[in-house]
């Protein structure tokens, strides 16, 4: 049986691990913080992390990013999109009127994770800019925490699992700024990945440019560019190891076992640029089809 460690029942990262395991006999072990769910497969208990990486609306989810790259050393194994469609959560009865329409007026904090939160700030400034907003591990704490707290005119963003495991309502659907809001799930573990089969194959580099060799990032780009590869993502983000250091994420629409690939990799190394591979790993689209 598959272990799979990620955010806790009812959080986006549970209906997307279910959505890319659907049909497979796997065990779900939930972590209240990213930092357990990659420390629990670096340690061997689980055989995969479900990682959320990045959001239509907010882009890279940062810490998430530097976890990968300093904390474990585990190669991302797949890659999926999946729709993150958040809810206002809380108890119908504590926050309607006399008519059970929902009064704005009731609800004083609205709890969620900080990425969920940012994809419905314009519905929150529209509906809610009298309410607290307070920040938590994960949409699901978030219902969590809102269940445990009744009486206090307390609500949640989060999903319609989460509501449902917590015996909460749904006072309104879709609550996201944008109908696009898709997050990009990895799959990260030591393990291959070969429950599902896809047509498109991504590899993930990191690449850490020589000090003083001004134009060495346009070098790198150039190694890519006259190959005609494609680049799908590229993202800077500090080294800690020196102020104004900072190493490159990219992300290339080609695999590894591909013949161009590697000779982009062997020439950027020779410009004096360390080259790290994070995975070459098949991606899926919602929704999979399989290839």
């Known amino acids: 049986m598959t272990k799979i460690a ?56 940062t810490l ?29 009865e504590e926050v309607t009127d006399e008519d059970n329409k929902l009064d704005y007026g009731r609800i004083v904090k609205v709890l969620s994770h900080p990425v969920a939160m940012a994809q419905c700030l314009q519905y929150l400034r529209e509906h809610l800019p009298h309410a607290e907003q307070e920040h938590v591990s994960s949409t699901a704490e978030a219902v969590r925490i809102v269940r445990d707290n009744p009486g206090k005119g307390w609500a949640a963003i989060g999903t319609t699992i989460a509501a449902g495991n917590n015996g909460l309502d749904i006072l309104e659907q879709g609550v996201t700024d944008h109908d696009n809001n898709y997050t990009r799930f990895l799959l990260v573990g030591n393990r291959p990945f070969t429950e599902r089969q896809s047509d498109v194959q991504k590899t993930s580099i990191l690449v850490t440019l020589p000090e003083d060799f001004p134009g060495a990032l346009s070098q790198v780009l150039s190694a890519f560019a006259w190959r005609r590869i494609n680049l799908t993502r590229i993202e800077s983000r500090p080294t800690k190891k020196k102020l104004g250091t900072y190493y490159f994420f990219i992300d290339i629409n080609m695999s590894l076992d ?34």
């Open 6 to 61: 990620l955010l806790p029942s009812g959080s986006v990262s549970d209906e997307a691990a279910r959505y890319l395991f659907e049909g497979q006999e796997a065990r779900y072990e939930y972590h209240k913080l990213i930092a357990n769910v990659f420390l629990s497969t670096a340690n061997g208990t689980t055989d995969y992390s479900i990682i959320p990486i990045e959001n239509t609306i907010e882009g890279s989810v």
């Open 64 to 92: 998430h990013t530097d976890w990968l790259v300093h904390e474990v050393d585990l190669p991302i194994q797949a890659e999926w999109v999946y729709p993150s469609i958040q809810n206002l959560i809380s108890r119908k």
């Open 258 to 291: 591909s013949v161009l690939l590697p000779a982009a990799i062997e020439e950027i190394e020779a410009l004096g640029c360390q080259v790290r591979v994070l995975g070459s790993y098949p991606s899926f689209t919602y929704p999979i089809v399989e290839g």
